[in-house]
Structures are given as C-alpha cells and as structure tokens.
C-alpha cells in the first residue's frame, strides 16, 4: 500500500529542492537571492562603520541588518528541517558558517559592539562554487585542499622551528640591547623577533649597537626564507597533486618501476626515464 505523504512531508521536500537544488529554476533563483543578500548584507556593515554614513542613516541601516538577519535565521532553520540529517549540515563547513552569520546580530542585543561581526558573512560566498558548478574551480579546489592536508605536518614542524627561533632570538636582543634601546623584556624581544622575521618591520624598535645590528640582519635574511619555506611546501604539493589528477593510469604503466602516474602524453617514466607503452 502506498504511503500518502502529509503536508509536512510535501513542504520540506519543496523546500529541500528550492534550497539545496541547484539545479532547478527556484533553486538557482534563490541562491542568486541568497548571494544579493549576502552582498547586501557586507555592503551594510561597512557603512555602518562610516562616520558620516552612521550619523545619519545608522537607524535605517540597522533595520536592514535585522531584517537580512530574519531572513537568514529562517533559511538556517529551513536547511535544518527539510533535511534527513540534520546534525551533519549543522557540524558541516557550511552549516558552522551559516550559523556564525547569524549569531554576531543576536548578540549584538547585549553587545551592542559584536554586530560589526556579521561581516563574517562574506564567508558565506563560498557557495558560489557550489551553485555555478564550474567543473576547473571544483578540480582546483579539490587539488589546494589536498595540498594543504599533505603539507601539514610539515608546516606545523617548520612553525614549530621559527617559534623556537623567534624565542632564541628574542632572548639575545633583550640581553645584546637591554631597556636603553627599547627591548624592556624579553616578550618585547620575541615580539621584535617575529615582527623582523616575518619581514613585516613596523620599526616601533630597532637595535642600536653593532652587535645587535649584526644579528638584526641576520634575522632579515632569514625572514626571506621564512616567507619562501611554507610557499615551497605547498607548491610542491599542489604540483603532486595536479599530476595525480590529470593522469591515465589504466592506459600507461612503466614497465621497469610499475609507476601508473604520467600525464596522457607522456612518452617517458617521470620516475625512472623508461619509455612509455600502452597496456
């Protein structure tokens, strides 16, 4: 016997095809409103940080806020119920975004201050690559996820050594320059130390002495290294990854190390330099 649907039933699964269905015409429709809104939405909270703006129209801006944020509030709780999960949209990527683009205006009520924090919203535009199903920014996106999950741990040892670094460093300029020229603890030489190696250099202290001049450039010269590291890390593992998913492993096997990684074209074993056939 078939099951008649309730009324209930029939709105989440209309509204689970105009929210999550991108595909339809209601459903490109409201996630082109959804982007005006978030747009709108940004465009509002940094006028309202315009001195001149805010002194005359802060009322009328306020109320465009809220009224954005009732809209949002209401989408957040129809992605809740139109679907048959909905714990996992809620701890997802996009469901922890969805919230915090929320949050900052209903606690703005008892801190007036933190509606500034609906800027966070801009965060909220990266479902375009969702909604405009461009097959290039998916596959590159997918290949800079997996360059940064493979280079990790490798990122965090390389922090791992500068922290040390920045601490060492630090801790000899406090000793090398002492209070006379600005370096009044040894935080406040750590605080020079990352400032310097990360090439940034507000200038707000510099050493004065030929020995701590010495070890300031030394510090400059190693900041070069501390910006081309990390870059190195991911690049290398964004080039291993964009071999991987331009490949033809069922058609090409090296015969000599049994390596299935090449590009289509490729005549020759990138690993051994053996000729190419095809299985």
Not at 115 to 135: C, D
Not at 219 to 235: D, E, F, K, N, W
Request: with cysteine; aromatic share 12%; hydrophobic share 45%.
């Amino acid at each position: 016997m078939k099951k008649i649907k309730s009324k209930y039933d029939i709105f989440r699964q209309k509204t689970q095809i105009i929210i999550y269905g991108s595909n339809t015409f209601s459903g490109r429709l409201f996630d082109l409103i959804l982007l005006g809104l978030i747009l709108l939405s940004v465009l509002l909270v940094m006028m309202d940080t315009v001195e001149g703006i805010n002194q005359k129209y802060h009322s009328q801006l306020l109320i465009c806020e809220w009224i954005i944020t009732v809209f949002f509030t209401i989408e957040f709780i129809l992605r809740i119920i139109s679907i048959q999960k909905p714990l996992k949209y809620v701890f997802s990527f996009y469901g922890i975004i969805d919230l915090m683009a929320i949050l900052p205006m209903f606690l703005s009520i008892f801190f007036p201050a933190t509606n500034v924090l609906t800027i966070v919203r801009v965060l909220r535009f990266f479902r375009l690559f969702k909604i405009l199903h461009i097959p290039q920014i998916s596959q590159q996106s997918k290949q800079l996820r997996e360059a940064m999950e493979a280079s990790k741990e490798k990122i965090l040892v390389f922090i791992y050594f500068i922290v040390i670094t920045a601490v060492i460093i630090g801790s000899l300029m406090y000793v090398v320059e002492g209070k006379e020229s600005g370096f009044t603890s040894i935080p406040i030489g750590i605080y020079w130390s990352i400032v310097t190696l990360t090439t940034v250099g507000y200038g707000d202290i510099s050493p004065a002495t030929p020995l701590g001049q010495f070890l300031a450039s030394m510090v400059m010269i190693m900041g070069y290294g501390v910006i081309a590291v990390p870059t190195g890390i991911v690049t290398a593992e964004f080039a291993k990854s964009s071999l991987k998913n331009s490949v033809v492993s069922s058609k090409k096997k090296c015969k000599k190390c049994n390596s299935e990684v090449h590009f289509d074209s490729a005549k020759y074993c990138h690993e051994c330099g053996t000729e190419l056939t095809n299985n």
